[in-house]
């Protein structure tokens, strides 16, 4: 996603080149909910021009459709666009889970929610919950870790690097293959791509997408019959910088109770056609603002900087009003400024290399590194090893010590005491296991 709206909308040749390719095309869009939000509108833009002027054909896949036809710039649907005839009735054939609404009725803390997975342990065999942030993913991960149940506690979120949590799910399928009882305790990176079944799922209240994703983790394969799949609210999830999140949250939840009024609302079923399409159109109209990729820097958007007519154009407006004319230009729009500011995804992150595995190793490596090609070669390694780090975070763990820096400041790489073996980043640089290598 992030390569093809580059070739349209992100500054240097180098993308623009990949566009002829497109043309004259069947283009596969994959998970196309996914689409970043403020992304949205120059999505629609980009796909309308491909299929109107490029003659590629597009096909959209994905279990959440969203509504890109509701958007101000929306998308141009081929009349009967949709490929599943009789789509209500390929859900219902393929349901292989019940949604339980425990969101309405109560709110739960990790303490609450350890009690209430405890007492349903002795039912299920393995269960998957997915909270929200990571701060609660950690907490009840170490709550349950705790206490005498049984099963092994799994713990999964972007505080570990990419290595790790492969490690880790591939000890987790092995568990499910061999019918044992576990525990995963979950950010939402796990509904994203990733093949495992689970008989349980506990998710935590958010979009209506995102509780869908969740669901294809319950009972994946039809292995069993109908299973259950928990939506809660929970208390100590701070969403204050997430607000997509948090919006959705409120949409589904408000959902839920207009289906408790009247059990035929939105289809009848939380995830039919009609409650996605009813979701994702309240939810454009809550983000509308976002939907035009706002520069708050020029106080502008990319759309308008973009394809903004000549009576909505500053530049138009101010030369007619100075001179009573029109300026003497045929292009009016700005593509160079807006290529300037255009990232699909706004990465305010830094990269630091974990001491986890083969991580320590090119760790040492690159305090020793002396040639240009060693360096590239270490650093491509150091993906699969790489923890991003957000501003707050980078500071805490540089007030604790956990940070060392490589090759003149050039790289920041974590201590030995800054990466635990059972959930990645450690802010407060104690998950110490031996011997520091520095």
């Known amino acids: 996603m992030v390569q093809f709206l580059n070739v ?42 491909l299929n109107h002027y490029g003659q590629s054909s597009i096909v959209l896949c994905t279990a959440t459709q969203p509504a890109l036809d509701v958007v101000e710039h929306q998308l141009h649907l081929t009349p009967g666009a949709e490929i599943v005839g009789n789509l209500n009735d390929v859900i219902k054939a393929f349901k292989r889970v019940e949604l339980s609404d425990e969101a309405t009725s109560r709110v739960f803390t990790n303490e609450s929610l350890k009690d209430w997975v405890l007492d349903r342990l002795d039912e299920k065999r393995d269960m998957l919950i997915i909270l929200n942030t990571k701060a609660v ?52 990176l796990i509904e994203a791509g990733v093949d495992v079944s689970f008989q349980c799922v506990v998710r935590s209240l958010a979009g209506l997408d995102s509780v869908a994703q969740a669901a294809g983790r319950c009972n994946r394969h039809g292995e069993e019959s109908l299973q259950q799949v928990y939506m809660i609210d929970h208390a100590e999830e701070n ?104 990232r699909v995804i706004e990465d305010l992150t830094t990269p630091v290399i974990a001491p986890y595995g083969e991580g320590a190793h090119i760790i040492a490596e690159l305090n020793g590194a002396s040639r240009i090609e060693d360096l590239g070669r270490l650093l491509r390694q150091a993906q699969q090893y790489t923890v991003n780090l957000f501003p707050h975070e980078k500071i805490k763990l540089d007030q604790n010590q956990g940070l060392e820096a490589c090759l003149d400041g050039q790289i920041l790489v974590m201590r030995e005491g800054a990466y635990s073996e059972e959930f990645g980043l450690d802010l407060e640089n104690d998950s110490w296991g031996g011997a520091s290598i520095f």
């Open 137 to 188: 993913v950690k907490d009840l991960y170490e709550r349950l870790k705790g206490v005498n149940h049984g099963a092994v506690v799994y713990h999964l979120s972007t505080s570990m690097c990419a290595a790790h949590r492969k490690q880790e799910l591939d000890k987790i399928r092995g568990c499910l293959d061999r019918k044992e009882k576990i525990i995963c305790i979950s950010t939402p």
């Open 239 to 342: 969403l204050q910088d997430l607000s997509e999140v948090r919006k959705g949250k409120d949409i589904t939840k408000r959902m839920l109770t207009d289906m408790h009024r009247d059990e035929s609302a939105h289809g009848g079923f939380l995830l039919s056609d009609k409650a996605l399409r009813f979701y994702f159109k309240q939810f454009y109209a809550d983000v509308r603002p976002l939907l035009k990729f706002e520069i708050p820097k020029l106080k502008q958007n990319m759309m308008k900087l973009l394809f903004a007519q000549p009576q909505e154009n500053d530049y138009f407006q101010d030369y007619y009003q100075s001179y009573a004319k029109r300026p003497p230009l045929y292009l009016l729009n700005s593509p160079r400024t807006a290529a300037d500011h255009f």
């Open 8 to 49: 349209f909308y992100a500054k240097s040749n180098r993308n623009v080149r990949r566009l002829h390719h497109l043309a004259e095309s069947v283009i596969i869009f994959d998970e196309v909910q996914k689409v970043p939000v403020s992304c949205v509108s120059l999505f629609n833009e980009a796909l309308n021009f």
